[in-house]
């Protein structure tokens, strides 16, 4: 299973807005340049976040994009699954049809992986993200607690 660049360059430049972002919008070109993505794909993106409701655009002089909601409500599933990332570790996409139009020996082991990704990846939010780029958080890994369900970040 891969996450391809896309669904990485779309959770960057979330995250880069929700650390950025304030009273006034930010600009594509800032985000760009701060993150070193390019400006084109960055208009592709954010074209399908806000079709998604997870950003919201301001245009002319001062414009730019902000958020559409709070970042704690914002999943980095939601992110991925705007901008059409597949996350699938299945050979058939989940439709069963792996081998000669029927399901291989380990499809649901795939399926099983698939289920746990995208349960974690809906657990973290911009928020802990935000919090966990701020100078001196560190850079310990957002972890799902068994007892709690929640992520957390990790103490370093």
Same mark, same amino acid.
């Given at each position: ?6 669904? #990485?360059?779309?959770? !960057?430049?979330? +995250? ?7 009273? &006034? @919008? /930010? ?41 559409? #909601?709070?970042?704690? !409500?914002?999943? +980095? ?5 705007a901008v059409d &990332? @597949? /996350? ?35 657990a973290v939010n ?31």
């Amino acid at each position: 299973m891969r996450l391809t660049t896309k669904g #990485r360059f779309a959770v !960057t430049a979330m +995250v880069d807005l929700a650390v950025c972002g304030g009273k &006034e @919008p /930010v600009t594509l070109a800032s985000i760009s340049e701060r993150q070193k993505i390019s400006l084109s794909y960055l208009e592709q993106l954010f074209g399908k976040l806000r079709r998604h409701k997870i950003v919201e655009s301001v245009r002319g002089p001062g414009g730019g994009y902000f958020l559409a #909601r709070p970042s704690a !409500t914002i999943s +980095v599933a939601d992110i991925i699954l705007a901008v059409d &990332e @597949p /996350v699938d570790a299945t050979k058939c996409g989940g439709k069963g049809d792996c081998l000669d139009e029927q399901q291989c020996i380990t499809h649901d082991l795939w399926m099983g992986l698939n289920k746990a990704l995208y349960n974690y990846l809906a657990a973290v939010n911009l928020q802990q993200l935000v919090d966990q780029s701020k100078p001196g958080a560190g850079t310990a890994p957002v972890e799902i607690h068994k007892r709690s369900a929640k992520p957390e970040l990790a103490s370093a």
